[in-house]
């Protein structure tokens, strides 16, 4: 098969795909690779659906940038990955400015997540997005420190309760190799499952860097299948420090396959989505400083040899 997305489906997975965002979309280069069903059948909105974006005001839901996410993916007959309903960062200033009672902020995360998961049916969601620090003890954000782990149960009752349909999934970072907060995840997992929450997938983000793909990926997630739920690489990337070199991208190239085979290799691993495809908009540079490079495509909308890495394990 050609392209990403056409060799992953041969293989037996749902999907390869891409995150996007908004203000990329006017780029008809970038737009016509984004929309080739062969490449990408699955787009996550980078920002769009996140609470600032969804819900700027108490009770104020604002659909018009999600929507146009949703319907690019509608038209091109894509999966939508719903990203997020409940996040630590990138917050209105009401959710995080007030001081709630806990049963006032439950029922802020109730309202929320129904009313964001209701409006994009039939979709999967990262309902609860980075929970944890990296040394596995809970993130002392506004949710946490007024409700206890509470807004977990809550916001993924809303979600199934809006939408019976959807899969629900817990995303993070840092949980795809043995260590304290991969261990966390799964006691979360355990616990969530054992009190009839529900909870349909892990995501596992897969922020890496070239040369330190973690060896255990493909033990981490088939322990968290065997907890029941599937698990699904959500925002890969395999960053660099810049300037790029040849080497550089041979290891990259060979990290991209380690990546895919080892989400090949768990049948519960549903499919992989890469934090957007190209280096032209890729998150990194502004986050990671001297960093870069880390996405499949150049930032000339050239395919790098990553792309050959990923088709080599599809
Ligand atoms: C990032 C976006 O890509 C950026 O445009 C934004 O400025 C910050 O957030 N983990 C996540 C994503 O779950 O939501 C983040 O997305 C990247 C890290």
Redesign the pocket.
Known sequence: ASGLNAAAKVAGKLYFGS?T?NSELTDNAYVTILDNKNEFGQITP??SM?WDATEPERGTFTFNSGDQIANLAKSNGQLLRG??CV?Y??LPSWVTSTSWSKSDLLSVVQTHCSTIVSHYKGQVWDVI??PFNDDGTYRTDVFYTVTGTDYISTALQAARTADPNAKLYI?D?NIESTGAKATSMMNLVKSLKSAGVPLDGVGL?C?FIVGEVPTSLQSIMQQFTALGVEVAIT?LDIRMTLPETQALLTQQQKDYQSVVAACMAVEGCVGITV?DYTDKYS?VPSTFSGQGDACPWDSNLQKKPAYNGIMAAL
Do not use: F, L
Request: no cysteine; aromatic share 22%; glycine share 0%.
């Open positions: 995150a965002d980078a920002n996140k990203h997020n996040w960062n990138q997005n980075e995303n970072y983000q922020h925002e934090w998150w």
